[in-house]
């Protein structure tokens, strides 16, 4: 299970002069259960405020989210997140990341390590396990936090822009990767981006908001099949379709 319901979502931030800030307005979608959704949007537009929102890490001004029937109020343990940033402990080893959330529900040392060794292959970072954040490339930080992420066997994994930080032949190679874990795990997955390359690669469907206050502009399905080449003629082409109806319609540079 896994299907997500948001209706009427809106949000503004309180500015210093006493106005607001209006950053999300009106934003209904839904997503089906083990489905690949990306949305794109340009800096700023809200995407990172409306992920929080769907964890429960910021509330909504008005309007509901709803997972799997059942209205969410907070953080959720159906709910999995990676940041945008790094957000690993520097203090933990690679295993005891991993193991963080399973620590915190009071596993036992022995179950949590056997549950987060699964996890540590599925990201092939067997050889790290004892590594500390520091001795770790980005690319590995992203994957330790994906697993510390599935750990805790989540139905709904939000993803915000996790690989934007890296250069492209490692953000290639995550991007595979994830899509390996994600046929293997099949859960939902929200997945932030602003690359219309990565979203074309990566999803099933491609929601596309206009600039501040991000409104739903455009709803793009990916109907390209598994795997995907990003070299062939087909996925050139949903990429050109996708940028000619961004540019038309939802002024993202
Ligand atoms: N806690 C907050 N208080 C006040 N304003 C905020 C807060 N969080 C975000 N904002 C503002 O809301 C807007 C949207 O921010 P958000 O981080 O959601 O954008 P984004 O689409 O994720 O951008 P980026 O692509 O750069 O990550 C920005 O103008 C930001 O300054
Ligand atoms: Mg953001």
């Known amino acids: 299970m896994g299907k997500l319901e948001i209706r009427n979502l809106s949000k503004a931030f309180p500015r210093e002069d006493g106005s607001s800030l209006v950053v999300l307005d009106n934003i209904s979608l839904e997503v089906q259960d083990k489905e690949f959704v990306c949305i794109l949007g340009s800096s700023g537009c809200g995407k990172t405020t409306l992920l929080r929102m769907i964890a429960g890490l910021d509330s909504a001004e008005s309007g509901s989210i709803v997972l799997d029937g059942e209205k969410m109020k907070g953080t959720d343990a159906r709910v999995g997140m990676v940041f945008q940033e790094y957000s690993l402990f520097p203090w933990r080893s690679v295993i005891d990341n991993i193991a963080f959330g399973l620590e915190m529900q009071g596993m036992t040392k022995d179950d949590r390590y056997r549950l987060a060794e699964r996890y540590l292959k599925l990201v092939n970072l067997t050889q790290f396990r004892d590594s500390y954040p520091s001795e770790l490339s980005g690319g590995m930080r992203q994957r330790v936090a994906v697993a510390r992420a599935l750990a805790l066997d989540p139905v709904l994994l939000l993803m915000d822009e996790p690989f934007g930080a890296l250069d492209a032949q490692t953000r290639n190679m ?31 469907r491609i929601i596309v908001l206009t600039p501040r206050p991000g409104r739903i502009c455009q709803v793009f399905p990916v109907d390209l099949s598994r795997p995907r080449d990003r070299t062939s003629p087909a996925f050139a082409q949903v990429r050109r379709e996708v940028l000619d109806l961004i540019n038309l319609n939802c002024s993202i540079q």
């Open 174 to 204: 995550l991007q595979k990767e994830l899509l390996e874990i994600w046929e293997a795990t099949k859960k939902t997955v929200v997945f932030i981006t602003h690359s219309v390359d990565e979203a074309v690669f990566l999803s099933d």
